[in-house]
Nanobody
Framework: QVQLVESGGGLVQFGGSLRLSCSAS????????MGWYRQAPGKQRELVAV???????TYTDSVKGRFTISRDNAKKTVYLQMDSLQPEDTAVYYC??????????????WGQGTQVTVSS
C-alpha cells in the first residue's frame, strides 16, 4: 500500500510564501514523476508543477517565476515552494506520484489535499 501525505498549507497574506511537502511511504520500488495539482472552488483541477526522476521540471504559466518544485529522492518527498502568493492561488493543493511498487507497475497515487488560502 502506498500513501502520500501532504503538509504545509495554511493562510497567508498577499505576497507571502508557503512551502508544501509531500512524502510517500509504503512498498515503493521507484517513484517516477511527482507533482502538484490544485483545485479552486467551482473550477477544474489543474496541473501546477511536475518534476521528473531526473529533476526536469514543468510549470503552468501562471506560477512560473513564483513557484519552485523540488524533490528529495532519498526521503521520497516532493516540495513546492510558493512565493509572491496571490489570491488566485487559493485552492486545495494535491500532490501525486507516478509510483512503481514491488508488486505493481507504474500507478498514479494522490495525497489527501492541503488547503492554501491567500488573503488580499
Amino acid at each position: 500500500q502506498v500513501q502520500l501525505v501532504e503538509s504545509g498549507g495554511g493562510l497567508v497574506q498577499f505576497g507571502g510564501s508557503l512551502r508544501l511537502s509531500c512524502s510517500a511511504s509504503g512498498s515503493i520500488f521507484r517513484i517516477n514523476a511527482m507533482g502538484w495539482y490544485r483545485q479552486a472552488p467551482g473550477k477544474q483541477r489543474e496541473l501546477v508543477a511536475v518534476i521528473g526522476l531526473a529533476g526536469n521540471t514543468t510549470y503552468t504559466d501562471s506560477v512560473k517565476g513564483r513557484f519552485t518544485i523540488s524533490r528529495d529522492n532519498a526521503k521520497k518527498t516532493v516540495y513546492l515552494q510558493m512565493d509572491s502568493l496571490q489570491p488566485e492561488d487559493t485552492a486545495v493543493y494535491y500532490c501525486y506520484g507516478a509510483i512503481e511498487t514491488i508488486t505493481s507497475t507504474r500507478t498514479q497515487y494522490w495525497g489527501q489535499g492541503t488547503q492554501v488560502t491567500v488573503s488580499s
